[in-house]
Structures are given as structure tokens and as C-alpha cells.
Nanobody, 124 residues
Framework: VQLQASGGGLVRAGGSLRLSCVVS????????IAWFRQASGKERAFVAS????????YFDDSVKGRFTISKDNAKNTVYLQMNSLKPEDTAVYYC??????????????????WGQGTLVTVSS
């Protein structure tokens, strides 16, 4: 399974960006797709996740109400729509895929496959 993340950039506080994660390779319909982010000097942190086939979406409290996650099955793409961005959202954002379960899906080690990361910079 390969993941290709894109869509990062420089945006002012209060602005929006949409990240894309194209998933390819062998069957991944049973996988959970997640977004993580890593700010400079910090550990990689969970942002949001969704099971490819169906199921609830999960968000970190820091992004609830501002970020949404969606899928386009025809394009094998998962999107992270980020609104009302804050300087503290500045980080490299990664998409990941794996057989994560509900109790562990917020942990980076629950994911086997990772995209290369895309940088989001939010200026104040």
C-alpha cells in the first residue's frame, strides 16, 4: 500500500487548506486511514481517522469543529479539510493506513503504511 499526501502550504490564521491522501496498492478496504501531524520538536500526534469501508470518524479535541475528513472512493483519496486554522496547527501532516482498531487508532504505531508528509504553515 502506498500513500501520497499533498495540499500543504502557507496560510494565514483563520484560513483554510484541504489535504489529500491518495491510497494505492493492494486491497485496503478494511484499513483505517488516519492523519497525524508533527510539529517541530514534538512527537507525531493524532489528528483524525476514518475507516475506509465505513464507520465513525474520530478527531483530536484540538481540531474538533474545525477539521473534517472525507473520502472519494472513486479516486481512492481521503481528504482533510482544515478550516479556521491557527498558528498551532503548523506541522508536517502525514496520512497513514493500517488495521487500527478503535482502542488504538490514535497511536502512530497502529499504522503500517505512511505517506511522505506535507507541510502546513499557519502565520499569525
Amino acid at each position: 500500500v502506498q500513500l501520497q499526501a499533498s495540499g500543504g502550504g502557507l496560510v494565514r490564521a483563520g484560513g483554510s487548506l484541504r489535504l489529500s491522501c491518495v491510497v494505492s496498492g493492494r486491497s485496503f478496504s478494511s484499513y483505517t486511514i488516519a492523519w497525524f501531524r508533527q510539529a517541530s520538536g514534538k512527537e507525531r500526534a493524532f489528528v483524525a481517522s476514518v475507516r475506509w469501508s465505513s464507520g465513525p470518524q474520530y478527531f483530536d479535541d484540538s481540531v474538533k469543529g474545525r477539521f473534517t475528513i472525507s473520502k472519494d472512493n472513486a479516486k481512492n483519496t481521503v481528504y482533510l479539510q482544515m478550516n479556521s486554522l491557527k498558528p498551532e496547527d503548523t506541522a508536517v501532516y502525514y496520512c497513514a493506513a493500517g488495521n487500527a482498531i478503535t482502542s488504538t487508532h490514535r497511536r502512530p504505531r497502529s499504522y503500517t503504511y505512511w505517506g511522505q508528509g506535507t507541510l502546513v504553515t499557519v502565520s499569525s
